[in-house]
């Protein structure tokens, strides 16, 4: 796997109405397509031998999903990653497909912050340590909306060990955390197709409100 850039991530506010809406409840038996969790027995045979993805298309969720837990194998890449006490630090990677990919560290009590992915499908894998992610289990409105009261029963919480990853649909909330007092994370991030923005949230209980949105040139 072969770095391509490291890179810096700075935030650019937009404006959006002031609109209070209601986000839907989840599904009874707890599923979503915007929560999907593939375990290793999911990725396709035939993205696994052909060691990326299958023939005549975009990758899928789950090939994104193999390609990221193959990734975090390999401990030179890992180990290469520059860590810093202070902040996260990333390098871009060339992932399959066409798609955008990131070997990201986490310095000990770090985290994202709540945010999507707009219509971009992803996954990632804890290369070394742990993560904490935290997730909204319905597909919230794309647009119109600048706070969102969420309602009972949508939050769900998963820790992911080292080995561990995956995958998500479009407009996937969710924020991750490393919530070790001592020691870094790593993780490989995938996305397809490549992120159009990156729409950022804060949280006061049951109240989402969108505060900035990020495009590509604010990261590349």
């Known amino acids: ?30 599923s979503t397509a915007a929560d999907e969790f593939l375990p290793a027995s999911d990725t396709p045979a035939s993205a696994s031998a052909a060691g990326g993805i299958t023939a005549g298309g975009a990758p899928t969720a789950a090939e994104l999903l193999d390609f990221v837990r193959r990734t975090a194998r390999d401990s030179a890449l890992v180990a290469s ?23 990201i560290g986490w ?27 935290h997730s909204l289990a319905a597909r919230l409105p794309t647009d119109g909306w600048k706070t969102l009261e969420l309602s009972e029963g949508i939050d769900r919480t998963r820790r992911l060990e080292t080995g561990q990853g995956r995958a998500f649909g479009r407009h996937h909330v969710h924020e991750v955390l490393n919530e070790s007092a001592e020691e870094h994370a790593v993780s490989v991030h995938a996305y397809y197709p490549p992120l159009p923005q990156i729409r950022r949230y804060s949280r006061n209980g049951a109240v989402l409100r969108l505060e900035q949105t990020e495009r590509p040139e604010d990261w590349q």
């Open 1 to 30: 796997m072969v770095p391509v850039s490291s890179v810096s991530s700075p935030s650019t506010p937009t404006s959006a109405s002031a609109v209070t809406a209601k986000a839907p409840a989840p599904p009874s038996d707890g």
């Open 107 to 133: 310095p000990p009590g770090t985290g994202t912050g709540w945010h999507d992915h707009a219509e971009s499908t992803g996954a990632f894998t804890v290369a070394a340590g742990a993560l904490r992610e």
């Open 81 to 103: 990653l520059p860590l810093d006490p202070e902040g996260r630090t990333w390098v871009r990677l060339e992932g399959p497909g066409g798609s955008e990919a990131w070997l």
